[in-house]
């Protein structure tokens, strides 16, 4: 593979940084033709594309992307949690999109060729870790409807902290039940670039009235809840610790089906069902639902102190203190990522 070095690397940052908005020297890069298949995997210093304004993504979004992570463990080795599974995300994004299949080793060998450069970007803080995001986006230069045949697929890195602007505090989720994120037969399914613009109406409306993310509710009923847009939900229930099934328009996270492996292997109950919102409504208020939390690659397991629903806030706990089950789960997750804790389940990938 042809690896073109920076002539002029860039400074690191030092302290606090807002999540996605610092990057790493180099990026990785592939394009596909038609007559040519994927091709041209290169590294090359980060930079901008120079793309056509018809450019189809510009108009019509066939673009998917993953999010993924590289940090490092006491002694300095480099880990990657679970890579291929998100290349393999990547493909099922792709069917759904439309967009010519990649080869995941192929790819995983160029994103580890790439963390390798970019190593000392991995930072090693409290929570702090190397956010991955690999992209791909149709870029034929036609106003035509149809399925494009040339791609881009690149990955760019950022060294991260906490998702969350306050760290692992307790978020505030406020459920909509307006707006929808996406239904089945939809997208939602997948990491498709237009489910997340899709969401951010409601994000502004669920932000303007104090809250940091929005709680899904199927498109449907607006009766069963479905996830978070940035991440997956969990609740616990009487012990029970219950996450809605996947039906058709919930992404399947990484991060949540190794927590269900996770949790299940530590010997709690773990079922994935439907969950109505009134069931979590009336469970908090008799006290039987007393946990929640989310899971995702950036937002790792956040606790969740606060549901605002129909104009009430209800609190679970005193909103404001992690649960012991979320902390179970937020330490025996992050201590096989971080190699603290022996490796189970065969997670994590070192470079
Ligand atoms: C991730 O957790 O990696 C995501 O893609 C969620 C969000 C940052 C869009």
Same mark, same amino acid.
């Given at each position: 593979?042809?690896?073109?070095? &920076?002539?002029?690397?860039?400074?690191? $940052?030092?302290?606090?940084?807002?999540?996605?908005?610092?990057?790493?020297?180099?990026?990785?890069?592939?394009?596909?033709?038609?007559?040519?298949?994927?091709?041209?995997?290169?590294?090359?210093?980060?930079?901008?594309?120079?793309?056509?304004?018809?450019?189809?993504?510009?108009?019509?979004?066939?673009?998917?992307?993953?999010?993924?992570?590289?940090?490092?463990?006491?002694?300095?080795? @480099?880990?990657?949690?679970?890579?291929?599974?998100?290349?393999?995300?990547?493909?099922?994004?792709?069917? *759904?999109?439309?967009?010519? $299949?990649?080869?995941?080793?192929?790819?995983?060998?160029?994103?580890?060729?790439?963390? *390798?450069?970019?190593?000392?970007?991995?930072?090693?803080?409290?929570?702090?870790?190397?956010?991955?995001?690999?992209?791909?986006?149709?870029?034929?230069?036609?106003?035509?409807?149809?399925?494009? &045949?040339?791609?881009?697929?690149?990955?760019?890195?950022?060294?991260?902290?906490?998702?969350?602007?306050?760290?692992?505090?307790?978020?505030?989720?406020?459920?909509?039940?307006?707006?929808?994120?996406?239904? /089945?037969?939809?997208?939602?399914?997948?990491?498709?670039?237009?489910?997340?613009?899709?969401?951010?109406?409601?994000?502004?409306?669920?932000?303007?009235?104090?809250?940091?993310?929005?709680?899904?509710?199927?498109?449907?009923?607006?009766?069963?809840?479905?996830?978070?847009?940035?991440?997956?939900?969990?609740?616990?229930?009487?012990?029970?610790?219950?996450?809605?099934?996947?039906?058709?328009?919930?992404? $399947?996270?990484? &991060?949540?089906?190794?927590?269900?492996?996770?949790? *299940?292997?530590?010997?709690? /109950?773990?079922?994935?069902?439907?969950?109505? @919102?009134?069931?979590?409504?009336?469970?908090?208020?008799?006290?039987?639902?007393?946990?929640?939390?989310?899971?995702?690659?950036?937002?790792?397991?956040?606790?969740?102190?606060?549901?605002?629903?129909?104009?009430?806030?209800?609190?679970?706990?005193?909103?404001?203190? &992690?649960?012991?089950?979320?902390?179970?789960?937020?330490?025996?997750?992050?201590?096989?990522?971080?190699?603290?804790?022996?490796?189970?389940?065969?997670?994590?990938?070192?470079?």
């Amino acid at each position: 593979m042809k690896i073109i070095k &920076t002539q002029s690397p860039k400074q690191k $940052p030092i302290g606090k940084i807002k999540f996605g908005t610092v990057f790493t020297d180099h990026m990785f890069v592939a394009e596909y033709s038609k007559n040519e298949g994927w091709h041209n995997e290169r590294i090359q210093p980060y930079q901008p594309f120079v793309l056509d304004p018809s450019s189809s993504i510009f108009h019509y979004g066939q673009g998917v992307f993953e999010g993924m992570k590289a940090y490092k463990n006491k002694a300095g080795e @480099i880990m990657m949690f679970r890579p291929l599974e998100n290349f393999k995300r990547m493909n099922s994004s792709n069917g *759904r999109m439309m967009i010519p $299949p990649i080869d995941e080793k192929k790819m995983l060998d160029g994103l580890v060729e790439l963390v *390798r450069l970019d190593q000392d970007w991995i930072p090693t803080g409290e929570g702090e870790y190397l956010y991955i995001r690999p992209a791909i986006f149709d870029c034929d230069a036609a106003l035509g409807v149809h399925t494009a &045949t040339n791609y881009t697929f690149f990955i760019i890195m950022s060294p991260v902290g906490a998702y969350y602007a306050n760290g692992l505090a307790p978020v505030r989720l406020f459920v909509e039940d307006f707006y929808v994120r996406a239904s /089945k037969g939809g997208t939602g399914h997948y990491k498709f670039i237009g489910n997340y613009a899709a969401s951010l109406k409601a994000s502004d409306k669920a932000e303007k009235a104090g809250y940091d993310q929005v709680l899904w509710l199927d498109a449907q009923h607006k009766k069963y809840v479905e996830e978070v847009g940035s991440m997956n939900i969990f609740f616990v229930k009487n012990g029970e610790v219950i996450t809605p099934s996947l039906e058709g328009s919930i992404l $399947p996270g990484i &991060t949540r089906m190794s927590i269900i492996e996770l949790l *299940r292997h530590k010997g709690y /109950k773990v079922s994935e069902r439907l969950i109505e @919102i009134e069931e979590i409504i009336q469970g908090i208020i008799s006290g039987e639902v007393t946990e929640c939390f989310g899971t995702g690659t950036a937002a790792v397991i956040s606790p969740v102190g606060v549901i605002g629903y129909k104009g009430k806030d209800y609190a679970l706990g005193d909103g404001k203190t &992690t649960g012991k089950i979320t902390m179970d789960a937020y330490q025996s997750l992050t201590d096989i990522q971080h190699g603290d804790a022996p490796d189970a389940f065969n997670w994590v990938y070192k470079v």
